[in-house]
């Protein structure tokens, strides 16, 4: 699943091995999505606590979720059997938390190259603890040790333009990925008919949209 736009959804906007008896969940490629303003249940839920599904190498890397007023924008469910699943170079701004995590199986688990920000009540619960920054988060686990915090600079929040402007933290934060993934969206791609892609630089930065240099921003209200 690449290259969507869910804005405005009612729970969640993306859902990944959400059935309700036990499956299979393998080689899903999650990448290069855009989530605005989601729901309740945030950007992405992984899993729904079905005890007997697999999950296993899953990717899900280079998404943008923004949101205001949701629980959490990535929501860890599982139940995870093994560590192959993989999340990597997204930017995760708003709602109650960034991610939380309710998979039992927490040690599971080992994102990193994010971009946190905007939280309201912390930026992770990992294990039934809630860590108000980032610092914090990897001081305690050691994990998202290549992650950042810090105010994306998106082009114009108002505008539902994502992509990011000079002094953002996210570029060039991310690590090289191969095929598919070491594309993004272009700055200015609108749905559904209208969404190119091109070469991410490497260092790649961070979220769905490739940073364009030189790109002037329209300035606009944001929250702190």
Same mark, same amino acid.
């Not at 190259?113 to 809630?130: A, C, E, H, R, W």
């Not at 686990?141 to 953002?168: D, I, M, R, Y």
């Not at 690590?175 to 790649?204: D, E, F, H, K, R």
């Given at each position: 699943?690449?290259?969507?736009?869910v804005?405005?959804s009612?729970?969640?906007?993306?859902?990944?091995?959400s059935?309700v008896?036990p499956?299979n969940v393998?080689? =899903?490629?999650?990448y290069? !999505? &855009?989530?605005? /303003?989601p729901g309740?249940? %945030?950007?992405?839920?992984?899993?729904?606590?079905t005890?007997?599904?697999?999950?296993?190498?899953?990717?899900?890397v280079?998404n943008t979720?923004y949101?205001?007023?949701?629980w959490?924008n990535?929501q860890?469910i599982?139940? =995870?059997?093994d560590?192959? !699943? &993989?999340?990597? /170079?997204?930017?995760?701004d %708003?709602c109650y938390y960034?991610?939380y995590?309710?998979?039992?199986n927490?040690g599971?688990?080992s994102?990193?190259?994010?971009?946190?920000y905007g939280?309201?009540?912390g930026?992770?619960n990992y294990n039934g603890t809630?860590?108000s920054?980032?610092?914090a988060f990897?001081s305690?686990?050691?994990?998202e040790a290549?992650?950042?915090?810090?105010?994306?600079?998106?082009s114009n929040?108002?505008?539902?333009?994502?992509?990011?402007t000079?002094g953002?933290?996210?570029?060039?934060?991310?690590i090289t990925?191969?095929?598919?993934?070491?594309?993004?969206?272009?700055?200015?791609?609108?749905w559904?008919?209208?969404?190119?892609?091109g070469?991410?630089?490497?260092?790649?930065?961070l979220?769905a949209?490739?940073?364009?240099a030189?790109?002037?921003p329209?300035?606009?209200a944001?929250?702190s």
């Amino acid at each position: 699943m690449a290259y969507n736009y869910v804005t405005g959804s009612g729970i969640t906007s993306y859902a990944i091995a959400s059935e309700v008896a036990p499956g299979n969940v393998t080689n =899903t490629k999650f990448y290069g !999505n &855009v989530s605005v /303003n989601p729901g309740t249940e %945030g950007a992405l839920t992984f899993g729904n606590g079905t005890a007997g599904t697999t999950l296993t190498n899953n990717y899900v890397v280079n998404n943008t979720f923004y949101g205001t007023t949701c629980w959490a924008n990535m929501q860890f469910i599982g139940p =995870t059997t093994d560590a192959s !699943n &993989v999340f990597e /170079n997204n930017i995760v701004d %708003g709602c109650y938390y960034a991610w939380y995590m309710d998979d039992a199986n927490y040690g599971h688990y080992s994102p990193d190259y994010d971009l946190f920000y905007g939280t309201i009540t912390g930026v992770i619960n990992y294990n039934g603890t809630s860590y108000s920054t980032l610092a914090a988060f990897q001081s305690a686990t050691g994990k998202e040790a290549h992650s950042v915090s810090g105010n994306p600079l998106f082009s114009n929040v108002g505008a539902n333009q994502f992509w990011l402007t000079s002094g953002s933290p996210g570029i060039g934060a991310g690590i090289t990925l191969s095929s598919p993934y070491n594309l993004g969206i272009q700055p200015g791609s609108s749905w559904p008919n209208s969404v190119s892609t091109g070469a991410q630089s490497s260092p790649p930065s961070l979220g769905a949209y490739l940073y364009i240099a030189g790109l002037v921003p329209v300035i606009t209200a944001r929250k702190s």
